[in-house]
């Protein structure tokens, strides 16, 4: 086997180095800077992604505050507004009531005058039916005409009895 041959070491050491330079050389003139530059590039544009998202986050950040703020500032305007329509609500009940009020106090004043007139009408209809059954009694056992002054003067003789008859306590 030649390559174990220790006579051609030397011219195979020597070409070994020649080859391991030139290569070396190659390398370093070609290949190696395609290398450095796509690893440049890529570190370039991981550079940028990293901007590109830090700015992204940054933006995110700034308009969550901002719907944040905004959200605040509704909410703000919704329990004020629920407020003031509160307010109005109790307002206008208030009122309402007040007018209710109103109204059933009219109503009963209203009933107590008609019950009052009512009361007055009945009176003198029944004082006015009681003078006539009493002149006409009076005719009667009479036998003459009773005149007004005598007739009225009975009756209301007659409306006091009955009146202390009312206030007498009965014993049932």
């Known amino acids: 086997m030649p390559q174990f041959d220790t006579a051609h070491f030397p ?15 190659l390398c370093r003139r070609y290949v190696l ?3 450095v530059a796509a690893i440049e590039e890529r570190a370039r544009m991981i550079r940028e992604d990293l ?3 830090r700015a992204a986050r940054q933006q995110a950040e700034r308009q969550r505050r901002e719907y944040e703020q905004r959200l605040r500032t509704i909410e703000r305007e919704a329990r004020r507004r629920l407020e003031e329509a509160e307010d109005r609500i109790r307002q206008q009940r208030a009122l309402a009531m007040r007018e ?16 009052s007139l009512a009361k007055q009408q009945a009176l003198r209809e029944i004082r006015q039916h009681t003078a006539d059954l009493v002149a006409e009694a009076t005719e009667r056992l ?30 049932h």
């Open 33 to 35: 800077p395609r290398i």
């Open 142 to 171: 009479l036998r003459r005409e009773v005149n007004e002054e005598e007739l009225a003067a009975t009756v209301e003789e007659m409306l006091r009895d009955l009146r202390a008859d009312e206030q007498r306590p009965t014993l």
């Open 51 to 53: 901007e590109q998202a």
């Open 11 to 25: 011219s195979e050491i020597a070409w070994t180095l020649i080859s391991f330079a030139a290569l070396l050389f």
């Open 100 to 115: 209710w009020q109103a109204e059933m106090k009219r109503r009963e004043r209203d009933f107590h005058e008609d019950l």
